[in-house]
């Protein structure tokens, strides 16, 4: 009866509270409405609207991206072509030239403390009439001192102060420029305006941070470097914090969400994986425990197994399955190539082989008449694993008892396709692989809501592979090489150059290459190709050679690239290397280095010899995506879950790395703790309801 009482009671002090915060939200009379900013119209209105601004509180969120720092050069310090910001005060009277119809250029002396010195400017011949002689001016520009001249990118009217001016420089969109952005906010600022603060108030206290109208206004009119940069971190750490403790609530959230429970043995699986031709790694053996932990638990699996290509994922994947198995449910298996996803259907008859266990593949290129029968017997439970490309998640199938769904090389498929496997049962548990080892900071962001198992370990025995790094010149060495390799009665893969925007041009490298490898081993040894045009039917024909050691050199694009596994291939090379990413070339290179024998990669390329070189010392694929990451950015590593979410405003996950890790920490505790359950702003924020209806 109590109990009653006070969910009751709470109930009502709930909702007392949404009133309350109706009306904070309610802003009023406390700041502007975009229509009543002066000088605004329509169109800028329309325009401000595209880019998601709609209301006063958005456009002080709309943060510069960079400040141009305009502070006096000491002339005595510079070197030629320095960049150079000076004051001083015009002396002769502006010539322009005007060169061609699109070009003019205009001339002055100019005196700055006791030199004189000669400014040329480029199209701003407009400027004329209002540079006379005797008024101050600034001078931004590049100083070319054998010319006593300074080439002025910009000019300004005025003097420099002794404080260092900060300007603001927004991203211009729809035309939109950054004055016309500061003079919206100076008038919104102009009154005493308030704006929601979502960081709670123990971790205000805990930092010191100013108060947030005071850092806005200091983040778009700076007045200081200090105060800005306090302001700066202020509005960085409540992005991230937000961003954090949004991701640990969903992870909260999905640990609380039923799923199956199992009461599987361990000593039974400890029995299936004496059967294997292997004995697993450490680390892999801690995965499988992992997984059968999360098994036999009640709460649903969301598990990434992330760990180096070769680092043998897919027999732990095997491993759970045989687990889901013996629960009685039908597991899923879903990879992103119908090379792949047929690999592990060989693998898995060869694995069960002794079990009885009914396994089909479905891919798109299934037959109709057997994809009816799948369907009839993935509905009717008789298939226990079907292993497939997205075809598994087409509207057609149904299961009977879908207990487990993994998705191989996950990073390839898209966050919906995903989403729609997963939807196909009550509530399957979940397993990802990933062979794209994510930089640590990438990780706790987009891997947030999971939990996660690394492979670091290579299976034993295993060498590194030496990658070395050629010219095109060099072809005879790689030739050679190639032939030292292939007497040993190994094979080679070649890569042939990637040229992303036509298959054809990719058909025809691969037919060129051919040629040439033909030329060079024609007579010695069998040759292949494989590309993006040929029918699933030819390439599977071509890989199983390739696999049978009927062929020795198999020429292709990057078709290989995921999970293809022949032990005996002990040589990669990859023509234009330096048109890959230091991530996928990791990716490429390990299709070789599968088995105990030394392979090699070598990468052909005249250019970028210090990126690739990174390669040639390392293999450790973590190590490599941080490399990648710092040079590349974050857009090429993946197209993933790159989600309006994970776009922000101020912050950078790069470099404000040390603001997240605080932000992760805060996030976690203030969840645990008990202002969390009263903090009804936050609350609201991460339901996405910022208007109560
Ligand atoms: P990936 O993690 O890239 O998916 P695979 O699972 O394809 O790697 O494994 C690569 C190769 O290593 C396969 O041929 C697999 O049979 C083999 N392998 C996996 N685990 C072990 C182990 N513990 N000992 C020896 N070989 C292993
Ligand atoms: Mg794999």
Redo the contacts with the bound molecule.
């Keep these: 009866m109590s109990t009653f009482f006070s969910v009751f009671c709470r109930k009502i002090l709930f909702y007392l509270e949404l009133e309350n915060y109706v009306q904070y939200n309610d802003y009023g009379d406390s700041m502007k409405e975009l229509k009543e900013i002066k000088g605004l119209g329509p169109k800028t209105m329309s325009n401000l609207m595209k880019m998601g601004i709609d209301n006063s509180e958005k456009l002080l969120m709309f943060y510069p991206f960079r400040y141009n720092i305009l502070k006096r050069s000491n002339i005595e310090e510079l070197k030629q072509d320095d960049k150079i910001i000076i004051d001083g005060f015009i002396e002769t009277v502006p010539t322009v030239y005007h060169i061609n119809r699109k070009l003019n250029k205009m001339n002055f002396r100019f005196r700055t403390s006791n030199r004189l010195l000669q400014v040329v400017i480029f199209n701003r011949s407009f400027l004329k009439n209002k540079l006379f002689v005797g008024i101050a001016i600034t001078v931004i520009g590049k100083y070319d001192i054998k010319h006593n001249t300074i080439v002025a990118s910009d000019i300004q009217f005025e003097i420099l102060s002794d404080v260092p001016k900060i300007e603001p420089v927004y991203h211009s969109y729809y035309g939109i420029t950054t004055k016309q952005i500061q003079s919206y906010l100076k008038e919104i600022m102009s009154e005493s305006f308030e704006v929601i603060d979502y960081i709670p108030k123990e971790i205000i206290e805990k930092y010191h941070f100013i108060e947030k109208e005071t850092s806005l206004k200091n983040i778009h009119f700076p007045s200081n470097i200090q105060v800005l940069k306090l302001s700066l971190l202020r509005a960085k750490y409540e992005e991230l914090f937000l961003f954090m403790l949004k991701m640990n609530y969903l992870k909260n959230e999905k640990k609380k969400s039923k799923g199956i429970k199992r009461n599987i043995l361990f000593t039974e699986v400890e029995q299936f994986i004496q059967t294997l ?5 450490e680390d ?1 053996m801690s995965t499988v425990k992992e997984i059968y932990i999360d098994l036999n638990s009640e709460k649903q699996m969301n598990r990434l197994v992330q ?9 732990v994947s095997f491993c759970a399955m045989y687990m889901n198995y013996l629960s009685g449910y039908q597991s899923a298996l879903m990879a992103p190539t119908e090379i792949l996803a047929k690999q592990h259907y060989n ?1 898995l008859l060869d694995i069960f082989k002794d079990e009885n266990i009914e396994v089909s593949l479905l891919t798109g290129k299934t037959k109709v008449k057997e994809k009816k029968e799948i369907y009839e017997n993935l509905k009717n439970g008789k298939i226990k694993i079907v292993v497939g490309t997205h075809a598994l998640i087409s509207e057609a199938v149904e299961y009977y008892n879908l207990g487990l769904v993994i998705t ?1 090389e996950q990073h390839r498929f898209g966050v919906n396709q995903r989403g729609n496997l997963k939807n196909k049962g009550f509530s399957p548990d979940i397993l990802y ?1 990933s ?1 794209t080892p994510i930089p640590r900071t990438y990780a706790l962001t987009i891997y947030g809501d999971m939990d996660t198992s690394s ?1 670091r370990t290579m ?3 295993r060498l590194p592979v030496i990658t070395i790094i050629k010219t095109n010149n060099e072809i005879r060495d790689v030739l050679e090489s190639m032939y030292q390799e292939l007497r040993k009665g190994h094979q080679v893969y070649v890569i042939a150059p990637l040229i992303e925007e036509s298959e054809k041009i990719d058909l025809e490298n691969v037919k060129i290459l051919e040629e040439k490898m033909n030329k060079a081993f024609g007579k010695l040894y069998k040759i292949g190709g494989l590309h993006g045009k040929m029918s699933a039917i030819e390439k599977e024909i071509v890989m199983d050679s390739f696999q049978k050691n009927e062929i020795q050199i198999l020429i292709s694009t990057t078709v290989v690239e995921v ?1 293809v ?1 022949v ?1 005996n291939a002990t040589m990669m090379v990859i023509f234009d290397s330096e048109r890959f990413g230091l991530s996928a070339l990791h990716q490429l290179r ?1 299709r070789v280095g ?1 088995s105990k024998l030394q392979s090699y990669c070598i990468l052909i390329s005249d250019k970028e010899k210090e990126r690739l070189s990174i390669l040639t010392k390392t293999s450790d694929g973590f190590k490599i995506s941080e490399e990648d990451f710092r040079l590349r950015g974050s857009g090429d590593l993946f197209g993933v879950r790159q989600s309006g979410d994970m776009q922000f405003g101020i912050a950078d996950m790069k470099k404000d790395f040390s603001i997240l890790i605080k932000a992760k920490e805060d996030s976690e505790a203030y969840l645990s703790s008990n202002s969390f359950d009263n903090n009804i702003l936050l609350k609201h924020y991460i339901d996405g309801t910022h208007t109560l209806s």
């Design positions: 031709p292997f004995k697993l790694t892999q760990g180096d290509v070769g680092s043998g994922k897919t027999i693998k191989d692989m062979a492979i299976p034993n025995g999970g596994d032990a390990g599968r």
